[in-house]
């Protein structure tokens, strides 16, 4: 199994930034495909960002050029950069990972075995 948790959500005004950290435990996740999603309020979960074990990166339209994605290997970490931020952008921001997978399979929630309990962004405009 493993266990993963997020941290460093919260409030921000727009136009503000954050910096969203996963960790995983327990079961070592070598060449793990690790992700973000996000759910606001009565959606659906929706991809976006992941980062292969290589540092391949892939993000969604709508956040390709505010958002980075990173990983730290040696410390079993993501990072998610949240830059210009927008009312839209609040969510519950989730973190996943599962081992390798092709390309076309990052986005779908479907391809995640393992799940972080979210952490809130709320941008208030």
């Known amino acids: 199994q493993v266990q993963l948790v997020e941290s460093g959500g919260g409030l921000v005004e727009a136009g503000g930034s954050l910096r969203l950290a996963c960790t995983a435990s327990?079961?070592?996740?070598?060449?793990?495909?690790m992700a973000w999603f996000r759910q606001a309020p009565g959606k659906e979960r929706g991809f976006v960002a992941a980062?292969?074990?290589?540092?391949?990166?892939a993000l969604t339209d709508s956040v390709k050029d505010r958002f980075a994605v990173s990983r730290d290997n040696s410390k079993s970490a993501v990072y998610l950069q949240l830059n210009s931020l927008n009312a839209e952008d609040t969510a519950v921001y989730f973190c996943?990972?599962?081992?390798?997978?092709?390309?076309?399979?990052?986005?779908?929630?479907?391809?995640?075995?393992?799940w972080g309990q979210g952490t809130q962004v709320t941008v208030s405009s």
């Open positions: 996943a990972s599962s081992p390798p997978v092709r390309n076309d399979a990052f986005s779908s929630p479907l391809t995640y075995h393992y």
């Open positions: 327990g079961r070592a996740i070598d060449y793990y495909v």
């Open positions: 980062i292969t074990w290589g540092n391949s990166t």
